[in-house]
């Protein structure tokens, strides 16, 4: 909080500087503690997917933002704050040097220590120690929105490389350049070569890389900081993909790949699930792993037919089960027991899942806790037409008093009784019902999963009508959390009718309102074109 306080902002318009270099100053002492590796991966995970959940939307807003009344200063908040300006950071560190970095930073503190200062004025610090234009970088990557589109080309003479260009484009709006640095790899079959790119144009030439053999493949964007979206290797087989050493060239390929799909570009759905589905027991690294399931359920319940989910449930299913007793680790074994439980939906599956439950006699290696099993009991009941006693029974073994008001409030969420949902479902629209938001948040989670959604749909116009109360009455991250709860998992052009029905009928709905609306209806938006 210390760039928070000796040198304050002007105004909440750069409420997200102290939070950034508060955690930049954090990173710092993480890298040192954890080791380059395991830093860049963490990094890689925790900040681009989330960066581009937003910023890939027609709801995205910029780093700095503009704000007229400080009642609106909590809106502000959200993952461009918390994720793409750490990247943007990053990557003003790489433009600038390290040291040359510091030097600007330790020039703004001193010169405003004790006062206020706004982040034109600490570019304008940075400035007297680079030769780079900062005012043009600034521009794109803090007061614009958006992210490129990496395109390459390359041509061999033989089997060397004759020429290689990489170029870039906005993925939306006008067209504009990024300056980043990142870099790509030259796989052979024995080793890896590396090429730095400093995309500093629309176009470059990498020098450096012509002459090389040519390679087997090409993985772009190779140490994961490069942001945008970058070519897909549709030809890079899983045994290739799997067996790369690197746990951070694996986890920029799985985002690149997930990224491209969600844009039409490179995999399918169906291609994708069926790639990720092999590395389920290949994939070694926790963090990965969980990445790589996380996506796995996202495809499967969002970005697939229902007819090609059920036929492809069992396989899964047992692909996932098999990954969980093939893998070693206890840690990796939990995370694909947590997946299995995700999407089970066979009858067999069924049966296993309520063994365990039961008896509480979780799989070899795996380690369950009272959360686990409630979570379980939850599953169980979402899955069941009709009145079951799991939940009462879960109730009963709960010893901890917060944790049994929580499945008390969630139980007629789950209700197989339609005419129950209804009513605990109108129970939110009173605000003191909201009191507690991520119990809130769970409730429509289950109250608009995909297995219930033909009973839900109607709930979707009466949340929308919610809104702006919600973002009166709740916490500052409530009305974004409200709006993926209630919008995540559709894929029907009826919800996305609605949405659009709503925009048309608030034209003056609050603009980071609107923006947050937009943010969470971006998979159903895209399912129109990517699904069906």
């Known amino acids: 909080m210390w760039f928070g306080d000796m040198v304050t902002m002007r105004w909440f318009n750069d409420v997200w500087m102290k939070e950034v270099f508060a955690n930049f100053m954090a990173d710092k002492v993480t890298e040192k503690l954890m080791g380059e590796e ?25 780093i700095r933002q503009q704000l007229d009344n400080l009642l609106d200063a909590g809106s502000m908040y959200g993952n461009i704050i918390y994720h793409k300006a750490p990247i943007m950071m990053r990557q003003l560190e790489q433009l600038m040097g390290a040291d040359n970095f510091q030097a600007g930073v330790r020039e703004y503190l001193k010169k405003y220590a004790y006062g206020n200062a706004s982040w034109p004025e600490m570019v304008a610090c940075l400035g007297h120690h680079t030769r780079a234009d900062l005012d043009s970088w600034n521009n794109v990557w803090v007061n614009e929105t958006g992210r490129p589109v990496i395109n390459a080309e390359v041509q061999y003479a033989g089997d060397k490389i004759s020429s290689f260009s990489v170029s870039q484009h906005a993925e939306k709006g006008t067209n504009r350049i990024w300056p980043q640095l990142f870099e790509l790899a030259l796989v052979y079959a024995d080793h890896q070569e590396v090429v730095p790119v400093n995309l500093n144009t629309q176009v470059i030439n990498l020098k450096n890389a012509v002459g090389k053999a040519k390679p087997l493949y090409i993985i772009y964007n190779s140490n994961g900081l490069g942001y945008g979206l970058f070519p897909v290797n549709k030809d890079l087989r899983p045994d290739q993909l799997f067996a790369l050493k690197s746990p951070v060239q694996r986890a920029a390929i799985y985002i690149n790949a997930y990224e ?9 759905p169906t291609g994708l699930l069926e790639l990720f589905e092999k590395g389920l027991c290949l994939e070694k690294e926790e963090t990965n792993l969980r990445m790589l399931t996380g996506y796995v359920a996202t495809l499967y319940w969002e970005f697939i037919t229902p007819a090609s989910r059920n036929a492809c449930a069992e396989i899964l299913e047992q692909l996932l089960w098999t990954a969980m007793q093939q893998q070693p680790a206890a840690n990796n074994k939990k995370v694909l027991f947590s997946a299995y439980q995700n999407i089970y939906q066979s009858q067999s599956a ?7 439950w039961k008896d509480q006699l979780p799989p070899d290696g795996v380690k369950l806790t009272e959360e686990d099993y409630t979570g379980m009991a939850l599953g169980i009941t979402l899955r069941s037409d009709t009145l079951t006693p799991v939940l009462k029974q879960q109730e009963e073994r709960i010893k901890n008093a917060d944790r049994k008001k929580r499945l008390e409030f969630l139980m007629p969420a789950l209700s197989p009784d339609v005419s129950e949902r209804d009513a605990f479902f109108n129970t939110l629209k009173e605000r003191k019902n909201r009191a507690k938001e991520s119990w809130v948040l769970s409730a429509l989670g289950y109250l608009h999963h995909p297995l219930r959604q033909s009973t839900a749909l109607r709930y979707v116009p009466e949340s929308l009508n919610l809104l702006e109360e919600v973002q009166a009455t709740g916490d500052i991250f409530f009305p974004q959390s ?16 609605m949405v659009n029905a709503y925009i048309k009928a608030h034209p003056d709905l609050d603009p980071k309102l609107m923006n947050k609306l937009l943010q969470g209806a971006d998979h159903v938006m895209r399912a129109q074109s990517i699904v069906w």
């Open 260 to 268: 491209n799909m969600l844009n039409g570009t490179g995999y399918t």
């Open 482 to 497: 409200f709006i993926n709860a209630t919008l995540g998992s559709y894929q029907s052009a009826e919800v996305a009718g």
């Open 38 to 62: 395991t830093f860049n991966l963490k990094f890689v995970q925790d900040h681009y997917p989330a960066a581009y959940a937003v910023d890939r939307t027609a709801g995205a807003n910029p």
């Open 350 to 356: 069924a049966k296993r899942i309520y063994e365990v």
